[in-house]
């Protein structure tokens, strides 16, 4: 079993800044893929950003230039820096990721924290 800590989720003004924290515990052997999806209210939940276990990042286009993904694999944590937050950025952020639990690969999700974005 995998667990899946979140943090940073708050409440900020248009333009404003955040830092989300997830960090894994549990068994598993390796970690792959790491990632933050979020889901707005009447919404699907969308993919926001990831990074695999070499470092490669991908963005939705929406955060782009905007969001930073990243990794520390000592902290077995993964982050995701906003800055110039917006309106549409408001939504429960979900945290991710795909771990080897010794016999097969496995994708695990936080419960979610919230971002608010309000002028």
């Known amino acids: 079993q995998v667990q899946l800590e979140e943090s940073g989720g708050d409440s900020v003004e248009l333009g404003g800044s955040l830092r989300l924290s997830c960090a894994a515990s549990g068994m598993f052997s390796s970690i792959n893929y790491m990632g933050w999806s979020r889901q707005a209210p009447g919404k699907q939940r969308e993919l926001v950003a990831s990074?695999?276990?070499?470092?490669?990042?991908t963005y939705a286009d929406s955060v782009k230039g905007r969001f930073t993904i990243s990794r520390d694999d000592a902290k077995i944590t993964v982050y995701l820096e906003m800055n110039s937050l917006k309106s549409e950025d408001t939504a429960v952020y979900y945290c991710?990721?795909?771990?080897?639990?010794?016999?097969?690969?496995?994708?695990?999700w936080g419960q979610g924290t919230q971002v608010t974005v309000s002028s």
């Open positions: 990074i695999t276990s070499g470092g490669r990042t």
């Open positions: 991710n990721v795909n771990v080897h639990t010794g016999r097969t690969w496995r994708n695990y």
